[in-house]
């Protein structure tokens, strides 16, 4: 079955670096969404994107958040200037069409900020 | 601001006993997910609910929505060891695009 793959599986960055978060995407799906969760704590919304832009994004992506597609398979967020509260747990989802599809998620990417 | 609250967040059980978990929500919604997750793995989909009065099953669960209450359930029959992990429901609002708003998750412990 088709599955969402992230990269790295953990990533350990010192704060105030840039970090790259990796994703593929389902291949025929249209949607990619970004999440986190911080341990213990429930999953939160970052960002949705379609046709190559933005179409949603929360209060918690800021400036210091991007998102990308540069090529056809990939997805990524940026997270700029990182800070210790940035340590999550970030998901990477897709799904095939809107709100009456799933959204399929990877394994996600452990952040952790020193 | 749409609020998904889940109860309980913590639920120990024996093997072969049922239960029920409730996941309440704020706002009009008719797009309702139930997810798993498992410790330290991603959010597997379990079931996808679009309407009032939608009913889905699949094993040992059940999961259902009433819109007009703001509720949807998650049943455990006869629960065994394997079913041991984090539930997740979460709301689709159609004027949020396609945000999923997650609960706290109910964390259940299935004992033998």
């Known amino acids: 079955e088709p599955e969402v793959t992230q990269t790295p599986s953990h990533q350990v960055t010192q704060m105030g670096q840039e970090v790259i978060l990796r994703c593929v995407p389902i291949?025929?799906?249209?949607?990619f969404y970004w999440y986190r969760q911080i341990l213990g704590q429930k999953v939160e919304f970052l960002v949705s994107f379609y046709n190559n832009e933005i179409s949603e994004k929360s209060e918690i992506f800021d400036d210091q958040f991007s998102v990308e597609r540069p090529d056809g398979s990939n997805f990524t967020l940026k997270i700029r200037s990182t800070k210790l509260e940035d340590s999550a747990m970030y998901f990477c989802a897709s799904s095939h069409a809107g709100g009456n599809q799933p959204q399929h998620f990877g394994d996600g990417t452990r952040l952790s900020i020193l | 601001e749409l609020k998904v609250e889940q109860n309980p967040l913590f639920l120990s059980m024996q093997e072969g006993k049922n239960y029920t978990i409730y996941c309440n929500y704020s706002t009009t919604s008719d797009r309702l997910y139930w997810y798993r997750q498992d410790p330290g793995k991603s959010l597997e989909s379990l079931f996808v609910?679009?309407?009032?009065?939608a009913v889905k099953q699949e094993g040992r669960l059940m999961a259902s929505l009433d819109t007009k209450a703001r509720l949807s359930t998650l049943h455990i029959t006869a629960a065994v060891h394997d079913l041991s992990a984090t539930y997740f429901c979460?709301?689709?609002?159609?004027?949020?695009?396609?945000?999923?708003?997650f609960g706290e998750g109910t964390q259940l412990t299935v004992n033998p």
């Open positions: 609910l679009l309407s009032n009065g």
């Open positions: 979460a709301v689709l609002l159609e004027t949020s695009g396609s945000r999923l708003t």
């Open positions: 291949s025929n799906h249209l949607y």
